[in-house]
Each structure stands twice: as C-alpha cells, then as structure tokens.
C-alpha cells in the first residue's frame, strides 16, 4: 500500500461503506472467549452501545453480527473494521499529521498492536492476556482520524479506549490524556471488569499496553536481568558476579515472562521455563529468546543437569503445565537455586492461568463454560503448585513473587503461603512467607534511589538513530557514574554494562525502543543530550521518552511496587494520582491513569506518561517530578536508600523542598507501651 493511500485511510475513520465480513484467522493468537456474563437485557444494552459508533444504514446487519461477537466470544471486538493494511510502527513521516507530537503518538499505538509485537492483535490486546489498546476497532479507527487531524491548540480524551474526542487546550497541555478502567472504589471487583467491559464501556489497560508504551520485551529484559542477578546475590552473597552454574526455574513465555529466559542467559545462569501455550512458546523460541523446547520431563531433567555441570547459560523451555514441572523437580529431589512464576495470575479465571490436570483447550473451554469448577481447578493446582515449591525452598531455593498476584491469589486459594509468626504491625494483615521480587530487590536497590524503567523510542524507525542514542546514553552515564556517591555505583556500573551491550543483544522487537533503568539524574541528562543530538540534525527525528509505569512513582500497588512501603500508607494511592496530575501540568506529550496493571483489577493505580522531543524545548520539570515525587514518599515512610536519594536531590535542585520524617527510637515506643 502506498504512503498516500495509508494516510487516506487513516484520515477516513470509521468508513462510508462497510468492509467485507470478518474471517476468523486461526493462524494468530486469539484471546481466550471470556466469560457470558452479561444478562438478555444487558446485551441488548452492549449492542446498542458498540452500535453507538456506525450510521444507521449499517445497524441491521451489524446488530446481528456483534450479537454473535459477544456470544462467542464475550465482547465485541468488530472484527470486520480491523484495518487490511499492516499496523507497525511506522517512521513517523508516513502518519498524516497536524501536530508532529500527535504523529509521534500515533507511531507509539501502532506499535502496540503490531502482529508481531502483540498478544492477541485481533482483539486489540497487547500483553498480559487481557491488556488493551482499545475495546474495538472503532474506537482504533476514531482515535487514529483525530490524532491525525489535531493540532497543537488541542487534547484528545480516551476514556477506557473510546475516543470522546478533540477539546481545545493549549500547546503546552499533554496532546492525549488517557484514563482506562476508572471506576467508583466499590465497584473494582473482577465480575465488575467482566461487566463493564463485555457492555463495552470500561477496560483493563494494564500498564503500558493502553498507555501506548509497550516496546515489546525488551521492556523487561533490563529488569528482569537485574532481578534475577540480585536474586543470586541474595543467595550467595553481594559479590557474585554473574548466575553461572545457577538453575532458576520459573514460568510463562508471554508478553513479560518471555524475558525471564533472554535475561537468565545475559546474566550468565540456566533458564528451566514452562510454558503451556504452544503458539506463545514457538514466538519466542522462533525469536531466539529462548533456546531449547522440551516436551518430555525426564529428558528435560537430563539436558538441566548436564547444563548445570557445565555451567551453560542456557535457557531450556518445557511445553506443558508448570505444575508438572514443580512436582517433577521436587520428586526427583533436584536442587533449585532461584525459582518464581511469571503466570498472569492478576487474571487468573479468564485465560492468565491454566491449571494442572487440563488441558489448554479443555481449560479453555471449561473456563467460559463452566466458570465456577474453572476456579476450583485453578485454587487445587495452586495448592499443588505451592506444596511443590515449599519443598524446593525447604532445601535452599530463593523464591520469590513476580508481582503477578501469585502469593495473593495462591492464598485465596487456601495454599501454605503464609509467613508463622510475622505480620503484624506493616500495614497488612498477614505476610507471606516468599517476599515480592520489590521488596527484596527492586524497591530497596532501584525504586528507593530512584532508578526505574526510563525508555526511549526512535520515531525515525531507523536502526541507526537507535545505535547514536545508544553512544549518548553510554557518555552521559560515563559522566555521571565519576561522581556517584557508594550508595549506587553498583546500578550505575550495571546500566553502563547494559547499554554498551544492549545492540549487540538484539533486544528490538518492533519500534526502535531501548530500556534503560535510569535514575532521576541520568533520565533528565539524556533527555537533554538527546535533545540537542535532534536539535543538531545528529539524531533525524523525535524521540519519545517514556516509562513502565513500574516505577518509582507512577504506581500505587501494595503487593508490587508499593510492597516495600512499611508505614501503613501502602493501600493509599494519593502518589499515582498525584504523579499523573503534575506529569501533565509539568509538560508531559500524553499521560494516562489506569485501574488494574500487573496485579489485577482494584488491586493497583498506575499511570505513566509520554515526552516527545524533537529538539526545540525540554521538559525537565517533568521528568523531575516524575522521579521525585515517588522517592519523597518512599522517604516519608521511612526507606533508607530513599532517604539517602532525597537528600541528594534537594542539594542537587534549587527550589526543591521536601518534608523529612523524623526517626523515632524503638526505646521511646516501645518506653510508652511497656
Ligand atoms: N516481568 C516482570 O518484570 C513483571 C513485573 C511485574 C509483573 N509481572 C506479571 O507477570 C505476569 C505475566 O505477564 P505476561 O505479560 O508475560 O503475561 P502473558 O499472559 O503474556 O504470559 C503468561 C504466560 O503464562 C502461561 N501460563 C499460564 N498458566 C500456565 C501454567 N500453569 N503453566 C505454564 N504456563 C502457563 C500463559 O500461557 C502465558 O503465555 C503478569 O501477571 C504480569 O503482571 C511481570
């Protein structure tokens, strides 16, 4: 297709005659068909709504088409209007365009629906099962027509993925702001998602799947490399310089978890993963992220012990149930070094876990059908999932949760994972007995000092911009990391390492994006750096700057990023709130807020923003805020590392001023109750 033909497209929306009928493509990867949830009245109620976006000349044949949508497959999707042309991202020059911020945007979306970037592309879903872009096509197809008829005097509004459209702003306001799955406090339930969404009036954007910032999983890489490092170091001491000789077993080969493998290896150790999907497992082995696939356990078991002998860096998936997997290690009474899950258990009944003893495709069929025996299914594998792991960890395995709600929901579930004898008195109820990968690794090490996954993304769509970003990102942390104080010269010393080596990794799935876990200093250097490089002509065209929004502050989220706070405030999420209303007003490009992200409906608030530069003003303020503003409140409740990094930042920053807590001894509490 040509570039003149795509931007008519793209300037046609939702379009004057209707497309030829939708053929279900059993080729790619579909999203599981959710749960029947709505009742006659509500269905009528969900076809008069998606009916709300076509004139009336298509609404007999549509009503009858979208009535079968919703019966097969739970929602409306409106297959039909997915675009025939290929949806990537773009270099930013083929978007018709305005506002050359609102093409940078476009270029972004684009991304997250890539066939070869996203989960299940046919119904708009990026990552994590149930990560959403937009509800429907229509939505899609509006969003793209107002994006690229916008200019710079106005801010388009998304509520949940439905474009509500073009209100006139100012050129300093964001150009999109985002809201996705907002709803009053004491309808958060996961039935109420089910709900909401199915009439097509809510949805779950996890976190940068409907904030338009997935980069594929390279996304993750960075993170889950030093994760699963400073997990070995949690184990064999603080000077282990690689995972060499090290087996860490885990789960899931989707969106994120597809990284546990890629990362195992950068850090030098053995990778046994399990993965139940078939089509999920030949993407990322076809990708080369993981290396072997194994669908026998005892020959697995073998290949696990020869890579341990001679210290491969290896990583050796398993096509089947990780339930399986447990109890043949436990069984065979093999020895485990690090061990975790990485299942969308945030989602856990409607496709993010597949239990032991079924099938995929009975699991499937049985998790629409007969929900109520689907979640007894999920609660007994949990338990004998659990049961498992408690031996492995019994002998010496490190484990821990991946924030995907796996303690959580194996509680719920009545499985041994609670702490004996500890609890009380952090802001929760009762502890368990494996701690979250934040408050072992990520909160103390990174988030408390403010390092956190900063990303970037060359809208040229050229490979070399890439490689130049790369070089000044390199000098810029060569600089800073002379004068870095103890306290992080080890993250600084690993993101050197990690950039130097990033393009030789091969890391780019789609966009040209690098993650980098920056710190407050080094994200506002680069930004600069980078503006002038685009400035000069040395970088040829804009670079967005964004963030997962697991992140110092983006994201209130008691049993994830929020897991280390220990001053009760940890159910509290006046910093997510707060942190999207000053990104916006500080200069941020789009920003967005979201219920659910990682860890499941109600149970987080996360939000995140984009910055495009294009070389003719910066918006440090933002990029600021956005980091500070989370390490004060880490510092408010007490974090030692955060209390370091604030301090620093205040002699670093004229005008900064922020409230210190006050260190009460033990003596005088305890003096007072005594
Ligand atoms: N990687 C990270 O740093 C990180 C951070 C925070 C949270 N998480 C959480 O990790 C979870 C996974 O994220 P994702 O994007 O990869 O989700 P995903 O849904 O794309 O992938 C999960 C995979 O697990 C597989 N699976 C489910 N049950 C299984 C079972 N019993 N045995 C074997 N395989 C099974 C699924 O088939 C799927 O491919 C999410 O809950 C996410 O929020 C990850």
Same mark, same amino acid.
């Given at each position: 297709?040509?570039?003149?033909?795509?931007?008519e497209?793209?300037?046609?929306?939702i379009?004057?005659?209707?497309?030829?009928?939708p053929?279900?493509?059993?080729?790619?990867?579909?999203a599981?068909?959710r749960k029947d949830?709505?009742s006659?009245?509500?269905? +009528?109620?969900?076809i008069?709504?998606?009916?709300?976006y076509?004139?009336k000349?298509?609404h007999k044949?549509?009503?009858a088409?979208?009535?079968i949508e919703?019966e097969?497959y739970g929602?409306?999707?409106m297959?039909?209007?997915?675009?025939?042309?290929r949806i990537?991202a773009?270099?930013?020059?083929?978007?018709?365009?305005k506002?050359?911020?609102?093409?940078?945007?476009?270029?972004?979306?684009?991304?997250?629906l890539d066939?070869?970037?996203?989960?299940h592309p046919?119904?708009?879903?990026t990552?994590?099962g149930n990560g959403?872009?937009f509800q429907?096509?229509a939505?899609?197809?509006?969003?793209?027509k107002y994006l690229a008829i916008?200019?710079?005097?106005?801010?388009?509004?998304l509520?949940?993925?439905?474009?509500?459209?073009l209100?006139?702003s100012h !050129?300093?306001?964001?150009?999109?702001?985002?809201?996705?799955g907002?709803?009053?406090?004491?309808y958060?339930k996961?039935?109420?998602?089910?709900?909401?969404?199915?009439l097509?009036?809510?949805?779950?954007?996890?976190?940068?799947?409907?904030?338009?910032?997935?980069?594929?999983?390279?996304?993750i890489?960075?993170g889950?490399?030093?994760?699963?490092?400073?997990a070995?170091r949690r184990?064999?001491?603080?000077?282990?310089?690689?995972?060499?000789g090290?087996?860490?077993v885990?789960?899931?080969?989707?969106g994120?978890s597809?990284a546990?493998? +890629?990362?195992?290896?950068?850090?030098?150790?053995i990778?046994v993963i399990?993965?139940?999907?078939? +089509?999920?497992?030949?993407?990322r082995?076809e990708q080369?992220?993981?290396?072997?696939?194994?669908s026998d356990?005892? %020959?697995l078991?073998?290949?696990?012990?020869?890579?341990?002998?001679k210290?491969e860096?290896?990583?050796?998936a398993?096509?089947?149930?990780?339930?399986d997997?447990w109890?043949?290690?436990?069984?065979?009474?093999?020895?485990?070094?690090?061990?975790s899950?990485q299942?969308?258990l945030?989602?856990?009944?409607?496709?993010?876990?597949?239990?032991a003893?079924?099938s995929?495709e009975?699991s499937?069929?049985?998790?629409r059908?007969?929900?109520?025996?689907?979640?007894?299914?999920?609660f007994e594998?949990?338990k004998?999932q659990?049961?498992?792991i408690? !031996?492995?960890?019994?002998?010496?395995?490190?484990?821990w949760d991946?924030?995907?709600a796996?303690?959580?929901?194996?509680?719920r579930?009545?499985a041994?994972v609670f702490?004996?004898?500890?609890?009380?008195?952090?802001?929760?109820d009762?502890?368990f007995?494996?701690?979250s990968?934040?408050?072992?690794?990520?909160?103390p090490?990174?988030f408390?000092?403010?390092?956190?996954?900063?990303?970037w993304v060359c809208t040229s769509g050229?490979p070399?911009?890439?490689e130049?970003t790369?070089?000044?990102a390199?000098k810029?942390?060569?600089?800073?990391?002379k004068?870095?104080?103890?306290?992080?010269?080890?993250?600084m010393?690993d993101?050197?390492?990690?950039?130097?080596?990033?393009?030789k990794?091969k890391?780019v799935v789609g966009?040209?994006?690098?993650?980098l876990y920056?710190?407050c200093?080094?994200?506002?250097k680069?930004a600069e750096?980078?503006n002038l490089?685009?400035r000069l002509?040395?970088?040829?065209?804009?670079?967005?700057?964004?963030r997962?929004?697991?992140d110092v502050s983006?994201?209130d989220?008691p049993y994830?990023?929020t897991?280390?706070i220990y001053?009760?405030s940890?159910?509290?999420a006046?910093?997510?709130?707060?942190?999207v209303?000053?990104d916006?007003f500080?200069g941020?490009?789009?920003v967005?807020i979201?219920?659910?992200?990682?860890?499941?409906?109600?149970e987080v608030i996360?939000?995140g923003?984009?910055?495009?530069?294009?070389?003719?003003e910066?918006?440090?303020?933002?990029?600021?805020?956005d980091?500070?503003?989370?390490?004060s409140?880490?510092?408010?409740?007490?974090?030692?590392?955060?209390?370091f990094a604030i301090k620093?930042?205040m002699?670093?920053t004229p005008?900064?001023v922020? %409230?210190l807590a006050?260190?009460v001894d033990?003596g005088?509490?305890?003096?007072?109750?005594?």
């Open positions: 297709m040509s570039d003149k033909d795509f931007k497209l793209i300037l046609q929306g379009p004057d005659s209707l497309p030829p009928k053929v279900y493509e059993t080729s790619v990867n579909h599981p068909g949830i709505l006659g009245e509500e269905k +009528k109620l969900a008069r709504n998606a009916l709300r076509f004139p000349k298509f044949e549509l009503a088409e979208f009535l919703l097969t929602r409306i999707y297959y039909r209007f997915k675009p025939d042309y990537y773009r270099p930013i020059s083929q978007y018709p365009c506002s050359i911020h609102a093409a940078a945007i476009m270029h972004m979306l684009s991304n997250n066939d070869t970037v996203a989960q046919q119904e708009l879903i990552y994590g959403a872009v429907n096509w939505q899609y197809l509006l969003t793209l916008m200019d710079d005097s106005q801010t388009l509004v509520y949940s993925g439905h474009p509500m459209g209100f006139p !050129k300093d306001a964001p150009r999109v702001v985002v809201t996705n907002m709803v009053i406090p004491n958060s996961s039935d109420d998602y089910e709900k909401f969404n199915a097509g009036v809510s949805q779950y954007g996890q976190m940068t799947a409907g904030s338009f910032m997935y980069i594929g999983p390279q996304g890489v960075h889950t490399t030093i994760t699963v490092l400073n070995g184990k064999s001491g603080p000077d282990m310089k690689n995972l060499s090290k087996i860490f885990t789960s899931g080969l989707g994120m597809g546990q493998p +890629k990362a195992t290896v950068i850090a030098g150790g990778c399990a993965e139940v999907n078939p +089509k999920a497992l030949k993407t082995h080369g992220w993981v290396d072997e696939v194994y356990l005892n %020959t078991m073998n290949r696990m012990k020869e890579a341990q002998e210290k860096a290896v990583s050796l398993y096509l089947g149930n990780v339930v997997l109890e043949k290690l436990a069984e065979d009474d093999c020895f485990v070094d690090l061990g899950d299942t969308s945030h989602n856990p009944f409607a496709g993010g876990y597949y239990p003893s079924l995929f009975e499937n069929r049985m998790m059908e007969d929900p109520e025996r689907f979640r007894e299914k999920v594998s949990l004998r659990v049961l498992a408690n !031996k492995l960890s019994e002998k010496g395995m490190y484990f991946y924030g995907n796996f303690l959580l929901e194996a509680g579930a009545g041994d702490a004996k004898g500890k609890g009380k008195g952090n802001g929760m009762e502890e007995r494996y701690p990968y934040v408050q072992d690794i990520m909160g090490l990174f408390d000092y403010g390092f956190g996954p900063f990303r050229d070399k911009d890439l130049t790369d070089g000044i390199l810029v942390l060569e600089t800073i990391a004068k870095a104080p103890p306290e992080i010269i080890m993250q010393q993101n050197i390492h990690w950039i130097r080596e990033a393009g990794n890391l966009s040209q994006a690098r993650i920056a710190d200093e080094g994200r506002m680069i750096a980078f490089a685009i002509g040395i970088i040829s065209a804009p670079v967005v700057l964004g997962d929004h697991h983006g994201t989220s994830r990023e897991s280390n001053d009760g940890r159910f509290t006046d910093m997510a709130i707060q942190n209303i000053g916006a500080r941020a490009g789009w967005s979201h219920n659910g992200g990682g860890v499941g409906w109600g996360n939000g923003f984009g910055m495009i530069l294009d070389g003719t910066e918006a440090e303020m933002m990029l600021h805020w980091v500070n503003n989370g390490i409140r880490r510092s408010w409740a007490r974090n030692e590392a955060a209390m620093r930042e002699e670093r005008g900064l922020v %409230t006050n260190i033990d005088v509490i305890d003096g007072v109750f005594d």
